[in-house]
């Protein structure tokens, strides 16, 4: 800021009020100091003027897999709610491992941020106390650790799996599958609660038969495909429910090469609303997870956390996810028709 000033011929607080309170500066030397900052290249420290402030304008995201659209959503909702409350968010994609979701919450808690956002698809109670322990708040959302030690906010994941069954059910399919992965990831687990809930309701009238898939990308859905295409010709399959979209579009995929005819044969539908299962040959049937209200709402619990301090009390919010049907359920007519 010297140089500049000394370029300009003003005075340091001249240069100040230009960067901070322009309103202040008659357009003269505005226009002096603006050129003298483009002439030198002058980028202010906007690290250094928060330090001084005592408090940083940046909040940051940790998301486990961008490629999910959820995640997109959510970094969406909070950016916009954080622009209205001049903040702003950075956003670090763990790319599913969990060292780099450990280090990038380092990152974000050696860079003196207001608080950290975080979206995981396992237990990090452990890093986020240890960040927590830091006096850096953190909310988190998609996954409940049942200890109440932060803000969380989630979407009712049982819910989903419920939706998703009861809608193959009432359009009479009686003969379901839900292909998943494993429980130790907690959306997977309270989707599968989901169905059998359904299933039950139906007093033995509708079967459920459960395939397990070592991860939720399209390699695992192929596979899948594969087991329960005999099903579909043997006459013991109408209905799949995938855990999450990309293994539905990988299952579709499987029957239509063998001639299954999607929904007439057997009817199948994923369970995230992923946009980047979008682009399947027959639009598919999801639950939609409310992304850009979490984003909103994780911000909203961070910021009181943030004005509220040592007094605050965590709380978490518990989102509703809502059906959407396409023609991988009922067809392209109906689907069109908005008859369901």
């Given at each position: 800021?010297?140089?500049?000033?000394?370029?300009?011929?003003?005075?340091?607080?001249?240069?100040?009020?230009?960067?901070?309170?322009?309103?202040k500066?008659?357009p003269?030397?505005?226009?002096?100091?603006?050129?003298?900052?483009?002439?030198?290249?002058?980028?202010?420290?906007?690290?250094?003027?928060?330090?001084?402030?005592?408090?940083?304008?940046?909040?940051?995201?940790?998301?486990?897999?961008?490629?999910n659209?959820?995640?997109v959503?959510?970094?969406?909702?909070?950016?916009?709610?954080?622009?209205?409350l001049?903040?702003?968010?950075?956003v670090?994609?763990?790319?599913?491992?969990?060292?780099?979701?450990?280090?990038?919450?380092?990152?974000?808690?050696?860079a003196?941020?207001?608080?950290?956002?975080?979206?995981?698809?396992?237990?990090?109670?452990?890093?986020?106390?240890?960040?927590?322990?830091?006096?850096?708040?953190?909310?988190?959302?998609?996954?409940?650790?049942?200890?109440?030690?932060?803000?969380?906010?989630?979407?009712?994941?049982?819910?989903?799996?419920?939706?998703?069954?009861?809608?193959?059910?009432?359009?009479?399919r009686?003969?379901?599958?839900?292909?998943?992965?494993?429980?130790?990831?907690?959306?997977?687990?309270?989707?599968?609660?989901?169905?059998?809930?359904?299933?039950?309701?139906?007093?033995?009238?509708v079967?459920?038969?459960?395939?397990?898939?070592?991860?939720?990308?399209?390699?695992?859905?192929?596979?899948?495909?594969?087991?329960?295409?005999?099903?579909?010709r043997?006459?013991?399959?109408?209905?799949?429910?995938?855990?999450?979209?990309?293994?539905?579009?990988?299952?579709?995929q499987?029957?239509?090469?063998?001639?299954?005819?999607?929904?007439?044969?057997?009817a199948?539908?994923?369970?995230?609303?992923?946009?980047?299962?979008?682009?399947?040959?027959?639009?598919?049937?999801?639950?939609?997870?409310?992304?850009?209200?979490?984003?909103?709402?994780?911000?909203?619990?961070?910021?009181?956390?943030?004005?509220?301090?040592?007094?605050?009390e965590?709380?978490?919010?518990?989102?509703?996810?809502?059906?959407?049907?396409?023609?991988?359920?009922?067809?392209?007519?109906?689907?069109?028709?908005?008859?369901?």
């Amino acid at each position: 800021m010297s140089d500049v000033a000394r370029v300009a011929g003003v005075a340091l607080g001249t240069v100040s009020n230009v960067l901070n309170h322009p309103a202040k500066v008659s357009p003269a030397t505005l226009a002096k100091v603006q050129g003298a900052i483009a002439e030198l290249g002058f980028v202010r420290n906007s690290n250094a003027q928060q330090l001084a402030a005592g408090r940083s304008s940046s909040i940051g995201l940790v998301v486990i897999d961008i490629s999910n659209s959820l995640f997109v959503d959510i970094a969406r909702g909070a950016q916009r709610f954080a622009a209205e409350l001049g903040m702003n968010v950075l956003v670090a994609n763990s790319d599913n491992r969990a060292d780099q979701q450990r280090a990038d919450l380092d990152f974000f808690d050696e860079a003196r941020v207001s608080g950290i956002l975080l979206a995981p698809m396992e237990d990090a109670s452990g890093d986020v106390a240890r960040i927590r322990s830091h006096g850096r708040p953190t909310v988190v959302l998609n996954y409940d650790s049942g200890k109440g030690d932060c803000c969380q906010v989630l979407v009712d994941n049982e819910q989903v799996g419920y939706l998703a069954a009861r809608h193959l059910i009432d359009i009479g399919r009686t003969r379901l599958a839900f292909v998943g992965g494993r429980d130790y990831l907690q959306p997977v687990a309270l989707r599968r609660r989901g169905v059998r809930r359904a299933v039950a309701e139906e007093g033995g009238r509708v079967s459920l038969q459960e395939v397990p898939t070592e991860n939720l990308d399209p390699p695992g859905g192929l596979r899948a495909g594969e087991e329960l295409a005999e099903e579909v010709r043997a006459g013991r399959l109408d209905g799949v429910i995938a855990v999450t979209d990309l293994l539905g579009m990988a299952i579709i995929q499987v029957f239509n090469a063998q001639s299954i005819a999607v929904p007439h044969d057997v009817a199948v539908m994923g369970c995230d609303h992923n946009s980047a299962a979008w682009g399947g040959m027959i639009p598919l049937t999801s639950v939609q997870m409310q992304g850009l209200d979490m984003g909103r709402e994780a911000v909203r619990l961070l910021m009181a956390e943030i004005e509220d301090g040592p007094v605050h009390e965590h709380v978490t919010t518990l989102l509703q996810p809502e059906l959407v049907i396409r023609e991988s359920t009922v067809g392209r007519p109906r689907a069109v028709a908005g008859e369901i």
